[in-house]
């Protein structure tokens, strides 16, 4: 059996996050400062240990974590990617069920020019996520082609 795609893994781990853990969506539209966003990244710096080694060895959160350190849990690399992706997909959907006709209106351009250019080399965007953080300040995608 082939390896799953990144997508697929990502959709696992936000399925156990809301059925496994109970992580409802009206839990995580409580979670309005960032802190879904501000926990993917974090996820995603100590998978590509992109933070100094000391926050690595001593089991602490790196600087950033959004909550008690008790929820600091790695992984593997590969483990705390998929987490990071699930993390960020929580926050794309709270940020469109907070208000759906925002969530990603300004970067429409952008997406567009992104799938022209990919169209005119022959390729095609099979799966996509968005999300926005920092109030919409920044914008976070992930695309599969």
């Known amino acids: 059996m082939p390896n799953p795609l990144p997508l697929e893994l990502i ?8 059925h496994g853990e109970g992580w ?3 839990h995580d539209d409580k979670h309005t ?3 879904l966003i501000a926990a993917a990244v974090c996820y995603y710096a100590h998978a590509v240990a992109n933070y100094p080694p000391r926050y690595k060895s001593s089991g602490l959160p790196p600087l950033g974590w959004p909550w008690d350190v008790k929820w600091w849990k790695p992984q593997s690399a590969e483990r705390d990617f998929v987490r990071a992706g699930a993390l960020a997909m929580a926050e ?3 940020l469109h069920r907070a208000d759906p006709k925002a969530y990603i209106g300004h970067c429409d351009r952008l997406l567009d020019q992104v799938d022209r250019t990919l ?3 022959g ?9 926005l953080a920092r109030e919409g ?3 976070f995608g992930l695309l599969q082609v």
């Open 92 to 94: 794309r959907d709270r």
């Open 123 to 131: 390729l095609k965007i099979v799966a996509e996520r968005h999300v």
């Open 119 to 121: 169209q005119s080399s």
């Open 33 to 35: 400062k960032g802190e």
């Open 137 to 139: 300040a920044r914008y």
């Open 24 to 26: 409802s969506e009206s």
């Open 11 to 18: 959709n696992a781990e936000r399925y156990r996050q809301i």
